[in-house]
């Protein structure tokens, strides 16, 4: 089984949503029935060293992958769970240590939830 057979249904099962690799192969089952757990792994990885999934770190050390790879932060829950993305154009980065230049910002701001 090869890493295009599946690149399509991977990136509609990640499009708009944060999901771990175990999420991510539920879903795929369903269409996928004979694909495998390391499959699935082998793509994510594969398509986040290339740029088109991004890995996001959550709490607990799960793992999230999704397809929005424009800058922006993540709003998490007290639970753990993600919120929604939150776009990160005014924030502005004051007091970069000279010699450093910043290729990547990753923000996760947890509020409170009622």
């Known amino acids: 089984m ?4 599946y690149l399509e249904t991977i990136c509609k099962v990640c499009d708009c949503n944060h999901r771990t690799a175990e999420d991510i192969f539920l879903e795929v089952q369903k269409t996928h029935p004979k694909v495998g757990k390391a499959t699935i792994y082998r ?7 290339e740029g088109k999934l991004r890995r996001v770190p959550g ?14 932060a993540h709003l998490i829950n007290d639970a753990g769970e993600y919120c929604t993305d939150f776009p990160i ?9 000279e010699g450093f ?3 990547e910002i990753c923000v996760h701001i947890t509020p409170k939830i009622p």
Request: glycine share 6%; net charge neutral.
């Open 2 to 5: 090869r890493k295009h057979q």
């Open 43 to 49: 793509n994510l990885e594969s398509l986040a060293e």
């Open 59 to 72: 709490l607990g050390g799960k793992t999230y992958y999704e397809c929005n790879i424009a800058p922006h």
């Open 89 to 97: 154009e005014n924030i502005k980065i004051k007091n970069i240590p």
């Open 101 to 103: 230049e910043v290729t």
